[in-house]
């Protein structure tokens, strides 16, 4: 039996939770904020989609995967770098129950094949720079059936584009057409990428009900990072990864204005909160650092800014309240979240900033902190590994009973691999990491993949990748090879295979490092709290 005493819960209602599906509530947003002129504006073209065009364009989307025969819980992919009608196809999806399923645009074909064996899509949107590695990607899987270009008029050979696609398919008519109902607890509305605590990348299912409580928050002024509409929010976040996509659907939501920057510009990115008197942005840990630091910082008119939310990877305190002197805020809103859980589970809202903290637990979640040694939950100010339960934890894992059950155990608590302790007023501290994931920059770098990888090259016996701190990035994965006897290979050698093989979040920054053996435990588990410490003392020669 739980102990009640030392589990946490959230507010328990919240006004703004609405039991009709994602798609209906984001169909019944577009239609409320039909009038407002800038959804969202590309800041490196000035190009802009309106709310009524997002609107038209997801309903006739919608009505052309009908009339193409496409159905509930059929999924498609969208790998595309941020642009305007990136969103399109992922809400014309929810509005028929069928699952989007957003993949990194930089992934390499190797890294492509292993996501879409998860989600197997029968339609791909992708943009034009991707294309010709979609389409060769395409010619592995007999299960994907069209490739639609997000961002051009024309077709190019075979792949049609959007435009092209819902002219053919549907009519102006689409003033007639509502999304369907679904059952929110069970329909899956997206699959995000995530490793998880071991292992190579899974697919997390994404339910309409945890997209429901999200849109919640989004909508309260005290957990929502802004909540009138009009109001100007920037984000490079990528949209194919659940910090930027649950986000940019809850501005969709509330009817905000979003700046969208397709990766971090230091130039455009402070212009962009100057030109467009930008109210609230959303980093990761590194961009904070270059807002407590840079010099380029006082370039710029940032008076309009009042809102930071930060997440995605741990914030030094320090930088949280260089970044709050420089630019004279009441506070930054440090979250702590995981594709498993949606989106941040806890949350600095507003006025109650403590510097350090990830703030408090949000609405219509519960969490403990447990022993990782008995299991048992524990009280405050004491470290054990974070658990939450409620409407935001994931479905599961695409068809990984094995993993799912190893992460969401049988009373519904997810483990999230990661360590920490909250304090007698419940503001959460994350302090450590139990699970093997690397973040660089905020992006997932798993050790198993890159493990997996290293023991295909024949001049390697044993491999393990760690991930090393480093203060710009948060981690810098760091290799630990051993060598096949008779086998000669370098450390640049090793650094330019993984990297001609996998995205460059994952390249072997870290350094190569070339040892007898590498220490495992007595169940054969890598210990890599050893091979960390060695890093810190076997300096790389990269
Ligand atoms: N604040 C944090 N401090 C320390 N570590 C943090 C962290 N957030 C995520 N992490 C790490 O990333 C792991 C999860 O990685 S992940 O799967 O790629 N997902 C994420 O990192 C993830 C998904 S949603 C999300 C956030 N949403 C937000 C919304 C508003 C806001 O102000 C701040 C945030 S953070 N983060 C966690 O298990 C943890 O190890």
């Not at 064996?117 to 994907?144: A, D, H, R």
């Not at 009138?228 to 929010?233: A, D, F, Q, R, S």
């Not at 990528?238 to 509330?254: A, D, K, Q, S, Y």
């Not at 006897?485 to 490092?513: C, M």
Request: glycine fraction near 8%.
């Amino acid at each position: 039996m739980e102990e009640e005493k030392y589990v946490l819960h959230g507010a328990k209602t919240l006004g703004s939770l609405q039991k009709s599906t994602a798609g209906k509530q984001l169909y019944d947003a577009l239609v409320r904020h039909s009038h407002l002129p800038e959804a969202m504006i590309d800041a490196h073209t000035q190009e802009k989609i309106s709310y009524k065009a997002l609107l038209e364009t997801t309903c006739r989307l919608a009505q052309s995967f009908q009339k193409c025969g496409y159905k509930q819980n059929d999924v498609i992919s969208i790998c595309s770098e941020n642009n305007l009608n990136f969103f399109c196809p992922a809400i014309a999806a929810m509005y028929l129950g069928m699952i989007a399923a957003p993949l990194n645009e930089n992934y390499t074909k190797g890294e492509l094949h292993n996501a879409l064996n998860i989600s197997k899509p029968k339609l791909i949107f992708c943009s034009k720079k991707v294309l010709s590695k979609m389409l060769e990607v395409k010619q592995n899987f007999t299960f994907i059936k069209k490739i639609i270009i997000l961002d051009v008029l024309q077709d190019i050979d075979d792949s049609e584009s959007l435009s092209n696609f819902i002219l053919r398919n549907s009519n102006e008519s689409y003033k007639n057409f509502r999304p369907l109902d679904l059952d929110c607890k069970e329909q899956v509305a997206a699959v995000l990428c995530s490793s998880g605590t071991t292992g190579l990348p899974k697919g997390v299912m994404t339910t309409h009900t945890n997209l429901s409580v999200r849109f919640a928050h989004a909508r309260d002024s005290q957990i929502g990072h802004q909540t009138i509409p009009g109001t100007t929010i920037l984000t490079f976040m990528p949209f194919f990864h659940g910090f930027g996509f649950c986000t940019t659907l809850g501005n969709f939501i509330v009817g905000l204005r979003t700046i969208m920057l397709r990766r971090f510009e230091p130039e455009l990115f402070l212009k962009s909160i100057q030109d467009y008197e930008v109210r609230c942005i959303l980093v990761v840990p590194p961009i904070a650092l270059f807002l407590a630091k840079s010099p380029l910082v006082d370039k710029y008119d940032l008076s309009s800014l009042k809102e930071i939310g930060c997440g995605a990877a741990p914030l030094g305190k320090e930088v949280g309240e260089a970044v709050v002197k420089r630019l004279n805020l009441d506070g930054l809103r440090q979250g702590y979240g995981l594709t498993e859980a949606t989106l941040a589970v806890t949350l600095i809202t507003a006025n109650r900033f403590k510097p350090g903290s990830s703030g408090p637990l949000v609405p219509l979640m519960s969490a403990k902190v447990i022993d990782i040694e008995t299991g048992k939950s524990l009280g405050p100010d004491v470290v054990g590994e974070l658990c939450f339960k409620g409407d935001m934890v994931m479905k599961g894992y695409m068809g990984n009973i094995k993993a799912t059950r190893e992460t969401i155990d049988e009373n519904g608590w997810l483990h999230t691999g990661d360590l920490g302790y909250y304090d007698k007023e419940g503001h959460f501290y994350i302090v450590d990491r139990l699970k093997e994931l690397i973040k660089y920059k905020g992006f997932q770098v798993p050790p198993a993949e890159l493990e997996a990888l290293l023991l295909k090259n024949p001049c390697i016996k044993d491999a393990a990748v760690v991930g090393i701190p480093d203060e710009s990035a948060g981690e810098l994965p760091a290799a630990f090879v051993v060598k096949q006897p008779g086998k000669q290979i370098t450390e640049i050698e090793v650094f330019d295979y993984i990297a001609g093989q996998v995205s460059s979040p994952k390249h072997l920054r870290g350094g190569v490092r070339f040892i007898d053996e590498i220490p495992k435990s007595a169940t054969g588990k890598i210990m890599r709290k050893v091979l960390r410490e060695l890093a810190q003392k076997m300096k790389s020669k990269l």
